[in-house]
């Protein structure tokens, strides 16, 4: 009987400890620099299909990283998401996301969309392209990226405002492209053209086409798609540049585990998850994205602004080559 009692002690210890164990795996943190009404809806399905919850806690991307430095090895983050390629480098570069072994995300997102050190890895694309007016431009006018500086284009070009870190990524693709004296050419031919001074954000950029200040400009597609929600007869529509040559410029909002990740392998679950063909709508329909999963198929809406060859240069380079860029981009007065 002494016997029966020992080894049901046993067991019993051993449930407690299985137990204790999952509760513990069944939380996960996450820092994230998407807004909350573009992850909770994700945070939600994965929490009813599997039981685990998450919490999250959202800010700006620097905040974020600066928070995981001084965290350390304190911090309870266990996932970061963030947008732009450059922070996602920056992150990396920091110490503060560790390499991630995963044969599932390998196979579901591209080697392009992801670090060569498999520290972060992208979810969502966006493609940074040009958008026109169709009531002065016709599309056949268009071409590159580039060839914007041309004469033709003189006080007709609207841009963002260089501080974004979305310009300073196509910057430094552009000098992986191009090299750096170069492409500093073709950014002092923009600023040249340029009929106004560079606008804050995206959507001011295609208000100042509507109203008649400039012709063309460059933009995030969502942007685009936000606008066209709001006025379906909007007079802009998208080109595609440099079909003949590297790609459309794109770009990711992504994430990767925390270096200091108390529930790692949770969170790399979850990792795996987002890139699934079953979650990847989810992710990218949320803000009018492209999943980065080549067996998923972007949302109707989205899809109808048409197909594009996309530039499969590593985006890795937008991070080790953003300094570079903003030195560039003050060089040539774009501010």
Not at 41 to 61: C, N, Q, S, W
Not at 104 to 117: C, F, K, S, V
Request: proline share 4%.
């Amino acid at each position: 009987m002494k016997q029966v009692h020992k080894i049901l002690a046993v067991l019993l210890l051993t449930l407690l400890t299985l137990g204790a164990t999952q509760v513990f795996a069944e939380e996960i943190i996450v820092y994230s620099a998407r807004n909350e009404q573009l992850i909770k809806p994700l945070f939600d399905a994965y929490t009813k299909e599997t039981g685990t919850k998450i919490t999250f806690i959202t800010d700006k991307a620097g905040p974020l990283l600066q928070r995981l430095k001084a965290e350390g090895k304190n911090t309870r983050a266990d996932l970061l998401i963030t947008v732009d390629a450059g922070n996602l480098w920056h992150a990396a570069r920091e110490g503060v996301l560790q390499p991630v072994d995963s044969t599932t995300l390998q196979e579901n997102i591209p080697a392009h969309l992801r670090d060569p050190g498999n520290q972060w890895f992208g979810l969502s694309l966006r493609s940074r392209t040009i958008v026109y007016s169709t009531e002065r431009v016709k599309p056949e006018e268009l071409s590159t990226y580039e060839a914007l500086g041309e004469p033709q284009w003189k006080d007709r070009l609207l841009l963002r405002t260089s501080k974004k870190v979305y310009n300073q990524s196509l910057v430094a693709m552009l000098i992986a492209e191009h090299g750096e004296a170069e492409t500093e050419k073709i950014v002092r031919s923009w600023v040249h053209n340029l009929a106004a001074k560079p606008f804050s954000n995206d959507t001011k950029v295609m208000e100042g086409v509507l109203a008649g200040q400039g012709d063309v400009g460059i933009v995030n597609t969502y942007y685009f798609g936000r606008l066209l929600k709001k006025n379906p007869d909007l007079k802009l529509a998208l080109y595609w540049p440099n079909q003949n040559s590297t790609g459309v410029h794109v770009n990711v909002s992504g994430a990767g585990v925390t270096r200091y990740a108390k529930n790692a392998q949770a969170a790399i679950k979850f990792l795996e998850w987002l890139s699934s063909e079953k979650a990847q709508n989810l992710f990218a329909d949320a803000n009018m994205e492209y999943p980065v999963n080549k067996s998923v198929k972007p949302h109707p809406y989205v899809a109808a602004w048409g197909d594009f060859k996309a530039s499969e240069q590593n985006l890795a380079n937008a991070g080790m080559l953003q300094n570079q860029a903003i030195r560039l981009m003050d060089r040539a007065d774009y501010r």
